[in-house]
């Protein structure tokens, strides 16, 4: 079974700041990691994933993230954020040959302030 | 091309009612997944059915919770007996096998 934990529930930053997501996760066997953004009355859509290979991945609007196995992390960052960067993020774990279901965190809120 | 679609986007219903919320996945999708979302809980995970296989239903919280997928497209969640703590915003996705999810925008479901 796989758990995922997202260690800031609200993140405030003003505009421009750098910021950090982190997300830390649990599992018994090898995991795809993923990390979806929900703007303001809008559905959940991909910001980016791992699967495989550099564990460094990059994903829209700036967004990266680094897989890192040894810390079981997957932490979301962005150099310089905007006001359109509020939102809520959510980390998600699958497990190898498990299946599509995600298992998501319970969210990060960005609160991105002029 | 058009998304996961969900129907209603509100329903309100009285304790103790069932109810049933729609979901049409994006065409030629295998996947189906249903989540929970409720204020401070995160996306819960519900049930899950890919293909012809028996559904993982792991997640569904109790047995007023149920969940049908016909002819491997339309999938309905029914909630039977409402209680309020059902109150929480229902997310439809789906995906290709195991490509990542896209998601609908969800019912909102108030138990009064």
């Known amino acids: 079974a796989q758990s995922v934990t997202q260690l800031d529930s609200q993140v405030p930053v003003f505009e421009e700041a750098p910021v950090e997501l982190r997300c830390n996760y649990s599992s018994s066997v090898s995991v795809y990691l993923f990390w979806y953004v929900q703007y303001p009355n809008q559905g959940l859509q991909l910001l980016l994933k791992?699967?495989?290979?550099?564990?460094l991945v990059k994903g829209i609007n700036g967004f990266e993230a680094e897989f890192n196995k040894s810390q079981t992390s997957f932490h979301l960052r962005k150099p310089s954020v905007h006001i359109s960067d509020t939102a809520e993020y959510f980390c998600a774990v699958r497990g190898y040959n498990q299946g599509g279901k995600l298992i998501f965190g319970q969210g990060t809120e960005l609160s991105v302030k002029p | 091309g058009a998304g996961v679609s969900q129907s209603p986007s509100n329903k309100v219903t009285e304790k103790g009612k069932d109810v049933e919320l729609r979901c049409d996945p994006i065409?030629?999708?295998?996947?189906l997944y249903w989540y929970r979302q409720s204020l401070g809980q995160g996306l819960e995970f519900l049930i899950y059915f890919q293909g012809n296989s028996a559904p993982d239903k792991s997640g569904l919280p109790s047995d007023r919770f149920s969940a049908e997928r016909t002819g491997g497209s339309v999938s309905t969640l029914t909630i039977q007996r409402t209680q309020q703590e059902d109150s929480a915003v229902y997310l439809c996705?789906?995906?290709?096998?195991?490509?990542?999810?896209?998601f609908g925008n969800g019912t909102r479901l108030t138990v009064t």
């Open positions: 065409s030629g999708h295998t996947a």
């Open positions: 791992y699967l495989s290979g550099s564990t």
């Open positions: 996705a789906s995906s290709l096998r195991e490509s990542p999810l896209h």
